[in-house]
């Protein structure tokens, strides 16, 4: 059974620290995704990481991808108060229908 | 372009009433999903269809049925809705193209199964 482990769940932090959430999983698979989803809201792509090795940056954000440890991670820069929200990492499988598992997302909450 | 819509945002049920969601794409993209999002348990997929005319089982398909007689349309249809049944229900699509595509998420449906 494929299962896709996020953590921490809850995290609180505050502006200007850096931090780290973790996604593991436990099939291999070569595509990695991370999503937000702000609350009362839908999901929106983040970053799709497609090979081992694979770094994207976006703003105070920096996602990579070790295919052989089955791990990503996201990295936060400087947290600033926007970026709080929840993130979930996905786990895409492209034999069939291209279907993706999701972590059960790790809470965001920036406090001034 | 409105990428992903779902029909209707929120609805109230009593147990045992039908109802169906819809979803519309007008991407033009291939496959499409149902997904169920509950608190502390991320999102769960439901059913999903690889084209026109198709669909198949998710992880948790139980007490859901689904049809894709166009290729713009998704529809996830509750026989007899139960209170476990309660959720935030997303649609969602992603192309064929590389088959390495993110997927566009409908922005959801409130469910309420009294």
């Known amino acids: 059974e494929l299962k896709v482990e996020q953590n921490p769940l809850f995290l609180s932090m505050q502006e200007g620290k850096n931090y780290t959430i973790y996604c593991n999983y436990s099939?291999?698979?070569?595509?990695l995704y991370w999503y937000r989803q702000d609350p009362g809201k839908s999901l929106e792509s983040l970053f799709v990481?497609?090979?081992?090795?694979a770094v994207k940056q976006e703003g105070r954000l920096m996602a990579s991808l070790d295919t052989k440890a089955r791990l990503s991670t996201l990295h936060i820069t400087a947290a600033v108060h926007d970026l709080s929200a929840t993130y979930f990492c996905?786990?895409?499988?492209?034999?069939?229908?291209?279907?993706?598992?999701f972590g059960t997302g790790t809470s965001l909450t920036v406090i001034p | 372009n409105a990428g992903v819509t779902q029909t209707p945002k929120f609805r109230v049920l009593k147990t045992g009433q039908s109802m169906t969601l819809l979803c519309a794409q007008d991407?033009?993209?291939?496959?499409m999903y149902w997904y169920r999002q509950d608190p502390g348990m991320g999102l769960r997929l439901i059913h999903y269809?690889?084209?026109?005319?198709?669909?198949a089982k998710g992880e948790v398909p139980d007490g859901y049925n689904v049809s894709r007689l166009k290729k713009q349309n998704f529809l996830l249809g509750l026989e007899s809705a139960a209170p476990s049944q309660t959720s935030v229900y997303f649609c969602?699509?992603?192309?064929?193209?590389?088959?390495?595509?993110?997927?566009?998420f409908g922005p959801g449906t409130r469910l309420l199964v009294l």
């Open positions: 969602a699509s992603s192309g064929l193209v590389g088959v390495r595509e993110t997927q566009y």
């Open positions: 099939t291999t698979s070569d595509r």
């Open positions: 990481l497609l090979s081992n090795g």
């Open positions: 996905a786990v895409g499988f492209s034999n069939t229908g291209n279907q993706f598992y």
């Open positions: 991407m033009n993209h291939e496959y």
């Open positions: 269809s690889v084209g026109e005319g198709t669909t």
